[in-house]
């Protein structure tokens, strides 16, 4: 019989037993898997169910994150992708880069869903979040906002999802005249941040007074930091509704345990740490119910939401609306 010299012998072993674990890329945008948002529970978690390596790739925020699997097409690492929403749905939908995700429908979500491909995993209304105390009495609509001398932070809607939600949203409220409106908003924007935590920081920082983000968000500062000085103002018009989905990419050569990812992702598990990790509201409502906090959150009387394909046909026309705007 021949043997393996020590240090070759211990190479292959190590080889065979990472043959063995079957691994699993899951694209997501940076908050998402950060150490504070619900990656790492849900890593830990499915790992122990699923005898596999999960491993996450960061891209930026949601849209970013489009915009990459779109680039690397067919050729891509990623097995999962977990961040779109409905506002891209449509462009994700016409790459052909996913697969049917296969799982039963969700039971949590304000609006019906009937999507082969896209699962929800949580949602949200976003709002323009501001410090009780340095602002008491915030704009009770985007058109008072416009017309203020409050000074906001917002994001990039080619980079960022709540970006393109507020283009939405002000489309969806105003629609011919969301031209007119951006005009007005132009002078408030303090900046435009490629993303969301690099707004939300700078407005902890105190660099605005109003910070584009979720009615969700001043859950974080009363759960995590017993801070009460944060609100989400409401606005008149309604707020824009996002949904924030999960796909299975088409050349996956791990589909079943990427289904089986999904699976947990929507199941008691994951969704129990949504409510506190990424401070949204989750697509199955866990056993335990909803945290103590997100009952002092407004909600809003009217929901705003184009459908996939509604948003898929304006997107473009939209965010170069809010260009011209920015650019005078």
């Known amino acids: 019989m021949k043997t393996l010299p020590l240090a070759a012998a211990v190479t292959c072993l190590a080889t065979i037993a990472g043959a063995e674990t079957p691994v699993l890329t899951v694209m997501t945008y940076d908050s998402f898997a950060s150490e504070w948002g619900p990656g790492p529970a849900i890593e830990k978690g499915f790992e122990a169910t699923c005898g596999c390596d999960l491993r996450f790739v960061t891209a930026g925020d949601g849209a970013a994150l489009l915009a990459r699997v779109q680039l690397e097409g067919a050729a891509s690492e990623g097995d999962v992708v977990v961040g779109l929403d409905t506002n891209l749905t449509a462009a994700a939908t016409e790459s052909g880069l996913f697969a049917p995700h296969g799982q039963p429908a969700v039971t949590g979500l304000p609006v019906a869903w009937e999507d082969a491909q896209f699962l929800p995993f949580d949602w949200g209304w976003f709002a323009f979040v501001h410090d009780k105390a340095k602002l008491p009495n915030p704009p009770a609509s985007l058109e008072a906002l416009a017309a203020s001398d409050v000074k906001i932070l917002i994001q990039d809607p080619r980079s960022s999802t709540p970006g393109l939600g507020l283009v939405m949203w002000v489309k969806a409220a105003y629609g011919d005249r969301a031209p007119d409106i951006w005009a007005a908003l132009a002078d408030n924007i303090v900046t435009v941040t490629p993303g969301w935590s690099e707004a939300y920081g700078m407005f902890l920082e105190g660099e605005a007074d109003m910070v584009l983000s979720y009615t969700t968000s001043p859950a974080y500062h009363l759960i995590a930091e017993?801070?009460?000085?944060?609100?989400?103002?409401?606005?008149?018009e309604g707020h824009y509704l996002q949904v924030e989905v999960?796909?299975?990419l088409a050349g996956s050569d791990q589909p079943e345990l990427g289904k089986a990812f999904?699976?947990?992702l929507v199941g008691?598990?994951?969704?129990?740490?949504?409510p506190t990790t990424n401070w949204m509201y989750p697509a199955n409502v866990p056993a335990a119910g909803l945290p103590e906090g997100f009952g002092t959150l407004i909600q809003p009387a009217k929901s705003l939401l184009f459908s996939s394909d509604e948003a898929g046909a304006l997107r473009e026309a939209a965010v170069a609306e809010w260009q011209a705007a920015l650019s005078r």
């Open 246 to 248: 999960a796909g299975l």
């Open 262 to 264: 999904l699976a947990y």
């Open 226 to 236: 017993s801070d009460d000085s944060k609100a989400a103002a409401p606005f008149a």
């Open 268 to 274: 008691d598990a994951a969704q129990s740490v949504i």
